[in-house]
């Protein structure tokens, strides 16, 4: 072959490699929240569309009330909950729980683990969650002690954090898809550190604890920050990370709310781990 004719044709297998790889389809849910969805729904979409992987659909319930509200989950291969508000109607959630049944993937981003505190199938999809009345009825507390994960049956309030800080997240399972590659601990932006979340907590894996200080108003237990939990065919990726535009910069969130997203769609990973990254001293905010 002609050398000019072979680097045409190199050049097309390469357009043609990454056109071939489909965009995933994702769809971030919003409207209610005790935090400030509106600032932090275009900075979640753009970190998921800044990847290159996903294309993103906003699904905004009304403001009060959710008559009406039943987006078409089925569409899209990852659902994003950055919603923390009243419960969906009958038929919306039965279309949920039948999506993530089917296969479908869910991401739960901070707050979203505050919603629907009396939906079963929910706690059990989120594994666990805090506030709306949570506590030992809803199951244990997930703690890490002695290196090992420690299911806390004692009684108490679900959910709470204290003062907001930077804080360091340690990996548990350098192999799994969503951390591999990427430091086995890295230091947060400022954000809320929740502790105390309690819940089923069934077929769930936790991916990083962070260190919760009473010193900060913390519970001065490790507390589960990244989890995966298995729900029927579907995958759940859990980040308790995410108070605010602060805690959305840091390059340690975004990277794990990619590569979870990505996992919770598709069961793998091929996204990079990105050359800048945290460390275990220093957080790192995008540009
Ligand atoms: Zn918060």
């Not at 340690?170 to 990427?182: A, F």
């Not at 819940?199 to 519970?219: I, R, Y």
Request: proline residues 6%; contains cysteine.
């Amino acid at each position: 072959m002609r050398p000019l004719l072979s680097l045409a044709v190199a050049l097309l297998v390469a357009a043609t490699s990454v056109a071939d790889e489909p965009k995933l389809k994702a769809l971030l849910v919003d409207g209610q929240n005790n935090h400030n969805w509106k600032a932090t729904t275009p900075l979640l979409k753009k970190c998921l569309e800044d990847c290159g992987r996903f294309t993103v659909e906003v699904a905004t319930s009304p403001e009060k009330g959710t008559a009406g509200f039943r987006p078409k989950f089925a569409d899209f291969g990852v659902v994003v909950l950055n919603y923390n508000g009243e419960e969906w109607p009958a038929e919306t959630k039965a279309d949920f729980l039948a999506f993530v049944r089917g296969g479908g993937g869910v991401v739960v981003v901070h707050a979203a683990d505050n919603a629907f505190a009396k939906w079963p199938e929910y706690n059990e999809l989120i594994g666990v969650g805090g506030w709306g009345g949570r506590t030992e009825k809803d199951g244990p507390y997930l703690r890490q002690r002695d290196g090992k994960v420690f299911r806390d049956e004692s009684a108490g309030r679900g959910g709470s954090h204290g003062k907001q800080h930077e804080f360091v997240l340690e990996h548990t399972d350098p192999e799994h898809p969503i951390t591999k590659g990427l430091p086995a601990s890295w230091k947060h932006t400022q954000d809320e550190l929740y502790d105390r979340l309690r819940g089923p907590a069934k077929n769930l894996t936790v991916l990083a604890f962070a260190q919760s200080d009473k010193a900060t108003g913390g519970s001065g237990e490790k507390e589960p920050m990244l989890m995966v939990i298995d729900y029927g065919k579907g995958r759940v990726f859990h980040t308790t990370l995410g108070h605010d535009v602060k805690s959305i910069a840091c390059v340690g969130f975004q990277t794990t709310l990619q590569r979870g997203s990505e996992w919770a769609a598709t069961g793998k990973v091929t996204l990079p781990v990105p050359k800048a990254f945290p460390t275990a001293d220093k957080s790192l905010a995008a540009e």
